[in-house]
């Protein structure tokens, strides 16, 4: 078929962090339409035919919940700590945001893209500590990453 690449959409502002939603019918994306940071939805794929602001006062790096009813972002960051946020929505024929609350707040480094991630239940975080800031200063842990982990647990604990 066709394999030209499309803008999906097009404006003077700057539009990242895109995150579809779980069932597939909507798009999250963060915008500085406004001036500063702040959460948007939008029908996907077709993201002309409506536009949501979800967060209020600045929101960054949006994921949905696994079950497509509440969205998570930060609010925050640059100078200050980072406030989680969550806002429940419907998103079903038509798309519908409530009132953000801030869940916790904390010092977490964003020198990566969107350095956190949401577990399946929505009820845990993982996030980057921003540990240059912290008071007295930190010593660095290791961090291990195991790639292939299957094949590494299957010749650790072989199959009786």
């Known amino acids: 078929g066709d394999r030209r690449i499309v803008p999906l959409i097009q404006t003077p502002a700057v539009e990242t962090s895109p995150q579809i939603s779980p069932d597939g019918r909507w798009l999250a994306y963060q915008s500085d339409e ?6 948007y939805v939008r029908p996907f794929p077709l993201v002309d035919s409506g536009r949501w602001q979800v967060s209020i006062g600045g ?3 949006p994921v949905w919940a696994r079950n497509g009813q509440e ?3 930060t609010a925050g960051g640059l ?5 989680m946020m969550s806002v429940p929505v419907q998103a079903r024929s038509t798309f519908a945001a409530g009132t953000p609350r801030a869940l916790f707040e904390g010092r977490y480094s964003f020198q990566l893209g969107r350095p956190y991630d949401v577990s399946p239940d929505g009820q845990r975080f993982l996030m980057l500590e921003d540990t240059a800031s912290a008071a007295p200063p930190a010593v660095a842990s290791p961090f291990v990453v195991v790639l292939n982990w299957f094949e590494e647990l299957a010749r650790l604990a072989p199959p009786r």
């Open 59 to 61: 929101g960054r790096g």
């Open 71 to 73: 969205l998570f972002y």
């Open 79 to 83: 100078t200050n700590a980072v406030r």
């Open 34 to 39: 406004s001036g500063q940071n702040e959460v």
